[in-house]
């Protein structure tokens, strides 16, 4: 892959996958086939489009416009927060999903996460961290502990808000017509007398 000649030119490996009328092509320079399998390189790949759909949540949920410094530490870690609390969200939002027998698409995590962060806040002004401590208790939960009172505490627990808003399309428009040899009088258009050709053009509805 290059122009012959350009320093950078190298090697790749080109895998091809057929599915459902076309084809996915990945180009990799992981040339070892038996290190590498094919079966697993697609897989990776195919996992893309979720990954990128987290980015996205992140950015637009926590509005990352704005950053809490510049230097490359700063953004690491703010990276690192930002996915930790999207987990967090993702889980409270897995849970109500289940205690109300829907998708968890259905529920919007933007503003699941503003009535999380009013709730922390109300908790933060009211309790101190000492109090805090005192009702969460000390001891260590195990995983399936702590998923029983998730279910417990969020069982009954729903809000109207939460609920995210469906998806509007617009209903596709209608071919444009077009007058046949671009030309034509008011009586012939008026009486319907004039003949019409349809747009060649493809418009997205």
């Known amino acids: 892959m290059g122009a ?3 320093p950078r030119r190298q090697y790749v490996r ?3 996958l057929h599915r459902q009328g076309e084809a996915i092509v990945v180009v990799t320079d992981l040339l070892d086939a038996d290190t590498y399998p094919a079966a697993d390189l697609l897989e990776v790949y195919l996992r893309r489009w979720g990954i990128e759909k987290l980015f996205q949540r992140v950015t637009e949920v926590f509005d990352l416009r704005h950053l809490i410094g510049t230097t490359p530490q700063a953004t690491v870690f703010q990276a690192a927060f930002c996915f930790v609390l999207s987990n967090v969200v993702q ?3 897995n849970y109500l999903a289940e205690a109300q027998r829907r998708l968890p698409e259905t529920i919007s995590t933007q503003r699941l996460f503003e009535d999380l962060t009013e709730e922390l806040t109300a908790w933060h002004k009211f309790l101190t961290p000492a109090q805090t401590r ?6 260590v939960r195990t995983a399936a502990q702590v998923q029983a009172h998730l279910r417990r505490r ?3 627990l729903w809000d109207q808000h939460w609920q995210k ?3 509007k399309r617009r209903p596709p428009r209608p071919p444009r017509q ?3 040899g671009g030309h034509s009088s008011v009586y012939r258009i008026q009486h319907g007398l004039h003949e019409c050709a349809p747009d060649s053009t493809k418009e997205d509805g």
């Open 4 to 6: 012959a000649g350009h």
């Open 14 to 16: 080109r895998i091809t």
């Open 91 to 93: 889980t409270v939002r």
């Open 134 to 139: 005192a009702w969460l208790g000390n001891g």
């Open 154 to 156: 969020l069982a009954g």
């Open 165 to 167: 808003a469906p998806t």
């Open 178 to 180: 077009y007058l046949k």
